[in-house]
């Protein structure tokens, strides 16, 4: 008879919720010996009204581990997901800060919480302009992590895999800072860095079909203003599946608040899982391949981000009650 | 009626899950317990699919293909000794689309000290080798497959009429194990 051994180091852990309460659950995850599992976090205080704190470096690629818990419907659609990384909230790291200043970042200059300045994400305008302010750093986490979502969600065709972000971008050019198409834009002398996505439909498409759940938001978004307004200023707020966030460094706290976790009654499934060694392939404007954080995708086509690891830790169904 | 039996190949079924990263320890001693010489041999990681086709091969060989369209003649004559070895198509490594720049290899063939990832898929310690498969590269749906670990040793080209070299075999090949490989669904 055979031996048996298993490399699955996810354990099953099913869940019950009630719909629009708050949502808070704290995992610990150990290894065979009984110890607790270390992750490689970014020091990291959420975004909140009023209490504002982040760290200088904005996003901590490359050695980070990017911890994730995904809610799936059964048939594996992801439909709201919490993320131990500043993805959308990353945005405004640029805010009212030319391109060669992002290293001196101040961190408490925009995120004090006064609207006037762009310190409080919560306030629409404030969101409109974050939204517009992606740069290089962004886009590759976020695609590195849409890549990631994209893999687990089961979906094969084109359609279904467009919403995770995999369907004929080729993000790579974009992603020079020197490009010719980042584009400034003066206000108050300060020249804003890389609102690629906002300048080309494509992109931003992606970009708002990895956080869009809806697809209302999605096309009251496209059809008013954004295609001839360059100063869009719809109301951006409540369209991510990122609605959650983690927090913690083992034990991790999953977190979503009342009115974000919404979903209809019924059963869901879950599984929360690190990402870790994000690969960075971008290429400068004679197409020769440049690299960070010493990892690099090597096919030939098509590029991509994605971390290179992936470990499921934690899974089960999710029973959300009425 | 005596019997001898030659085959050591070890039957371990492996369990794992979709779209993790693979990490598997494996301990190699000699029969009283020394460490196991690796010298000039090379260690092969294979997960087939129904057809017992290989569609994934791992190793410790840094000679397999790399993924940035740079043959040489070593890595050529390592694809074909897998070739023979797993009974496969050439189609299925793509060795030869060297000027293609759409190619890929459908097997990975993964390498190398440190060029491809910064990974070596099979490395190689005195008393254990650990196959570590990143996730990106660990791309295989939920299912049953199977798989064996092969020792191969002395990679010679046989030549055929007029000095062609059209196939390369190893001179020595051991199963050490085999047995069921189920991706559990993510």
């Avoid at chain 1, 909230?89 to 961190?107: H, K, Q, R």
């Avoid at chain 2, 009283?32 to 010298?39: E, K, L, R, V, Y």
Wanted: charged share 20%; net charge negative.
């Amino acid at each position: 008879m055979a031996i048996k051994i298993t490399t699955d180091k996810s354990k099953k852990v099913d869940i019950t919720a009630k719909r629009l309460d708050d949502f808070i659950v704290n995992l610990e995850i150990k290894n065979e010996s009984g110890n607790l599992v270390e992750f490689t976090r970014d020091a990291y205080t959420y975004l909140n009204k009023g209490t504002i704190s982040r760290p200088n470096k904005k996003n901590s690629l490359g050695n980070e581990d990017v911890m994730l818990f995904t809610i799936t419907t059964e048939d594996d659609t992801p439909v709201l997901a919490a993320c131990s990384s500043d993805l959308d909230l990353a945005m405004c790291v640029n805010y009212g800060e030319p391109i060669d200043a992002v290293e001196s970042f101040d961190p408490t200059k925009h995120f004090d919480g006064n609207d006037s300045n762009g310190g409080n994400y919560d306030y629409p305008t404030n969101q409109r302009d974050f939204d517009k302010l992606y740069d290089e750093f962004h886009v590759i986490k976020i695609k590195a992590i849409a890549n990631s979502m994209s893999k687990a969600s089961h979906k094969n065709t084109a359609e279904e895999q467009s919403n995770y972000g995999i369907k004929n971008l080729i993000f790579t050019k974009l992603y020079i800072s020197s490009s010719p198409e980042a584009i400034a834009q003066t206000q108050a002398t300060t020249t804003y860095n890389s609102p690629f996505i906002y300048k080309h439909s494509d992109y931003r498409d992606w970009l708002y079909n990895i956080f869009t759940n809806t697809d209302v938001v999605k096309n009251s978004f496209m059809n008013s203003e954004l295609s001839s307004n360059p100063n869009f200023t719809g109301y951006t707020g409540n369209r991510y599946i990122f609605f959650g966030r983690v927090e913690g460094n083992n034990s991790f706290q999953i977190k979503f608040d009342h009115d974000k976790f919404n979903l209809p009654a019924g059963n869901y499934k879950y599984t929360f899982k690190s990402l870790s060694n994000m690969a960075i392939l971008a290429v400068d404007t004679n197409n020769n391949v440049i690299t960070a954080n010493n990892y690099t995708i090597k096919h030939t086509k098509p590029y991509e981000e994605s971390y290179i690891d992936q470990t499921t830790w934690i899974h089960g169904k999710l029973k959300i009650n009425e | 009626m005596a019997k001898i039996n030659v085959d050591i190949t070890t039957k371990v079924d492996i369990s794992c899950r979709e779209g993790d990263s693979f990490e598997l320890n494996i301990d190699v001693t000699n029969v009283g317990g020394s460490a196991f010489d690796f010298t000039d041999k090379t260690v092969l990681f294979a997960i087939y699919d129904a057809r017992k086709q290989p569609i994934k091969i791992c190793s410790n060989s840094e000679y397999i293909p790399k993924f940035d369209n740079t043959l040489n003649t070593v890595s050529e004559q390592f694809a074909r000794g897998l070739i023979s070895l797993y009974n496969t198509s050439s189609d299925l490594f793509n060795y030869k689309n060297e000027n293609n720049l759409d190619f890929i290899y459908p097997i990975i063939a993964i390498n190398l000290a440190g060029d491809f990832f910064g990974y070596k898929t099979i490395k190689i310690n005195n008393n254990s080798m650990q196959i570590i498969i990143p996730s990106i590269l660990f791309n295989i749906p939920f299912g049953v497959y199977s798989y064996d670990v092969k020792l191969v040793s002395d990679l010679e080209d046989v030549l055929h009429p007029f000095n062609a070299v059209s196939e390369s075999n190893y001179k020595n090949s051991t199963t050490w194990m085999e047995g069921k490989f189920t991706v559990n669904k993510n």
